[in-house]
């Protein structure tokens, strides 16, 4: 069994931060890329951030320049920092690692997390 545990979403007013963190733990032999979705109420789930395991990262639009994604490999750990908030930045988050799990040798699995609130009051 793989796991994935998102945390660090809260409450936060607009212009404000947060730092989401990701965590891939269980039997996970190797992880490819990961990623930071979201969804909110009434809208399709939607990629923010993505990082592969060379470290090329990948943003949308809407989160460019206010948004960092990170990763500590040896961790298997990922991050995202968010910075000058807006209330459409309010959703769900949840992380994406894609993966080889132990047993399941050469087949490229997507793992998710049960996602972290982030609400932006304006």
């Known amino acids: 069994q793989v796991q994935v545990v998102e945390s660090g979403g809260g409450l936060v007013q607009a212009g404000g931060s947060l730092r989401l963190s990701c965590v891939v733990s269980?039997?996970?032999?190797?992880?490819?890329?990961m990623g930071w979705y979201r969804q909110a109420p009434g809208k399709q789930r939607e990629l923010v951030a993505g990082?592969?395991?060379?470290?090329?990262?990948n943003y949308a639009d809407s989160v460019k320049g206010r948004f960092t994604i990170s990763r500590d490999s040896a961790k298997n750990t990922a991050f995202l920092q968010m910075n000058s908030l807006k209330p459409e930045d309010t959703a769900v988050y949840y992380c994406?690692?894609?993966?080889?799990?132990?047993?399941?040798?050469?087949?490229?699995?997507?793992?998710w997390g049960q996602g972290t609130q982030v609400t932006v009051s304006s």
């Open positions: 994406d690692a894609e993966g080889v799990q132990i047993g399941r040798w050469s087949i490229l699995e997507n793992y």
């Open positions: 269980g039997s996970i032999f190797s992880i490819n890329a």
């Open positions: 990082i592969t395991s060379g470290g090329s990262t």
